[in-house]
């Protein structure tokens, strides 16, 4: 199991930028897929991006071309860049780990394990 700590959110106006980090302890996280998925208020927690194990990545239609997923192995941090916020970006921000047994990126939040706390991303107009 790896312990996973968010942190980065707040409150941006629209066309701005956030960098979320992810610190996990516990395990490398050069074995695991490390997902960032959101929850708006009233709705189901829906993917945003992820990163495989082989560098591969994957992005929701609706962050394509604003948002990075990177990570940095060495201190085993995840990182999700986010610009050209949106109002309809506002959201908690979870990220999340599986171990990875291919280089496979799945969008379903019930195929990853463990879990960070979640981190508040606030987008005015």
């Known amino acids: 199991q790896v312990q996973l700590v968010d942190s980065g959110g707040g409150l941006v106006q629209a066309g701005g930028s956030l960098r979320l980090s992810c610190a996990a302890s516990g395990r490398t996280l050069h074995l695991y897929v490390m997902g960032w998925f959101r929850q708006a208020p009233g709705k189901e927690r829906e993917f945003v991006a992820a990163?495989?194990?082989?560098?591969?990545?994957d992005y929701a239609d609706s962050v394509k071309g604003r948002f990075t997923i990177s990570r940095d192995n060495a201190r085993n941090t995840v990182y999700l860049q986010m610009n050209n916020l949106k109002p309809e970006d506002t959201a908690v921000y979870y990220c999340a780990a599986v171990f990875a047994y291919s280089s496979s990126i799945s969008r379903t939040s019930a195929s990853y394990r463990d879990w960070g706390q979640g981190t508040q991303v606030t987008v005015s107009s």
């Open positions: 990163n495989s194990r082989s560098g591969g990545t």
